[in-house]
């Protein structure tokens, strides 16, 4: 998992819409990237939902939330559309999982991101990551706050 303290790496995938998106794009805000396996699982669906539902209380600490898989832009628009999502999700779809690994939470033997969370600073430094012991537990917003409490 990537360490803080050293640069983010950047990216520009595009998301649910089909546009765009690179890390300098969020520059000057506080980013949290929660990796996540794939879409439409069960504990995917459960993870994500949760941070949707203190997606306000991310904001409020001057924080943007993205979430990023290895799924393509059209099977995230529909997984936002069924579930209510209302923020971005990015599309590691081709070179598969190529930002998860520069973020050291691609799962080789799996072919998917593990459950994992990064904090970058305003300035696009990494402030903080974690990474789930398996891709099976879903790293709380507790911890999410804790991160953006602590930064």
């Not at 303290?5 to 595009?14: E, Q, S, T, V």
């Not at 999502?85 to 999982?97: S, Y």
Request: glycine share 8%; net charge negative; aromatic share 10%.
């Amino acid at each position: 998992m990537i360490e803080p303290g050293i640069p983010a790496p950047g990216f520009r995938l595009h998301d649910h819409a089909g546009n765009e998106v690179a890390l300098e794009d969020f520059s000057g805000r506080r980013l949290v990237i929660a990796f996540y396996p794939l879409d439409f699982s069960a504990v995917c669906t459960d993870q994500l939902s949760i941070y949707q539902e203190v997606l306000g209380e991310i904001e409020a600490r001057d924080a943007t939330l993205v979430g990023i898989s290895v799924d393509s832009a059209a099977c995230h628009a529909a997984f936002r559309e069924k579930l209510g999502l209302t923020f971005p999700l990015l599309a590691d779809f081709h070179p598969k999982g190529e930002v998860c690994a520069a973020y050291g939470a691609y799962l080789d033997d799996w072919g998917h991101s593990n459950r994992s969370l990064v904090l970058v600073e305003r300035d696009g430094t990494v402030a903080w990551s974690f990474a789930a012991p398996t891709p099976l537990e879903i790293p709380g917003a507790n911890l999410i706050f804790d991160a953006l409490d602590g930064a």
